[in-house]
């Protein structure tokens, strides 16, 4: 079946350090690879997507290359904010029988402080 | 403003003691999932719906009962909920179920059941 493996957290990070949150996956098909964020007390929300192998999705300084010859979605972002704390998801897309299902690793939670 | 709502936010039950969680959408969704997050496990589907009069399981859907009537609401059902029912739960919508489709979530409801 399909699955998403991402590294555990809880990452913890001073303000302006490198980050990189890894994310491979597995799948029968050629899935769209989400990168998803939840801050405390809310939803999830979209950080960035690509849908097809080399696409570089992008958003607020974040960044994640689909690499299909090594299965990965690796989030990486420069100079992490305290504004940043949160739990990072990554997910994969694919249209299996009549609809598409969304496969959700279990999380990584990133705490940056000053 | 574009959003999915959802009520209760927070609900603390006993076994055995129907409830209903309500989720709308503003977006003019055809596709609405929930979702149940549980700490080590991520985001797992219970159900989705691709449409009006049109739903389907997802990983995880014994105890659950949804319905779609109308395109907006897609309303999440506990006949008789029990303790491993206690989690927090996610409404989510998106334009169609392709695989490439972001995924809008609603805030969640944590839900207790003793």
């Known amino acids: 079946g399909n699955s998403v493996t991402q590294m555990e957290g809880p990452v913890t990070l001073s303000e302006e350090a490198f980050l990189t949150i890894n994310c491979t996956y597995t799948?029968?098909?050629?899935?769209?690879l989400f990168w998803y964020v939840q801050y405390p007390g809310e939803g999830l929300q979209l950080l960035l997507k690509?849908?097809?192998?080399?696409d570089k999705g992008s958003n607020k300084g974040f960044e994640a290359t689909y690499r299909k010859e090594t299965t990965s979605f690796h989030l990486e972002k420069g100079s992490v904010q305290v504004s940043d704390s949160a739990v990072y998801f990554c997910?994969?897309?694919?249209?299996?029988?009549?609809?598409?299902?969304?496969?959700f690793g279990t999380g990584t939670r990133l705490q940056v402080t000053l | 403003e574009a959003q999915v709502t959802q009520n209760p936010r927070y609900l603390i039950t006993v076994t055995g003691k129907k409830l209903t969680v309500t989720c709308s959408q503003n977006?003019?969704?055809?596709?609405m999932s929930w979702y149940r997050q549980d700490p080590g496990l991520g985001l797992r589907q219970i159900y989705y719906?691709?449409?009006?009069?049109?739903?389907d399981k997802g990983d995880v859907p014994e105890g659950y009962k949804v319905s779609r009537k109308e395109k907006r609401n897609f309303p999440l059902i506990l006949e008789s909920p029990s303790p491993n029912q206690t989690s927090l739960y996610f409404c989510?919508?998106?334009?169609?179920?392709?695989?490439?489709?972001?995924?809008?979530f609603g805030p969640g409801t944590r839900l207790t059941v003793l």
């Open positions: 997910a994969l897309g694919l249209h299996t029988g009549t609809a598409s299902k969304l496969t």
């Open positions: 989510a919508s998106s334009l169609y179920g392709t695989q490439e489709n972001e995924q809008f």
């Open positions: 799948a029968t098909g050629y899935p769209s």
């Open positions: 690509a849908t097809k192998a080399d």
């Open positions: 719906s691709m449409n009006v009069e049109v739903t």
């Open positions: 977006m003019n969704h055809e596709y």
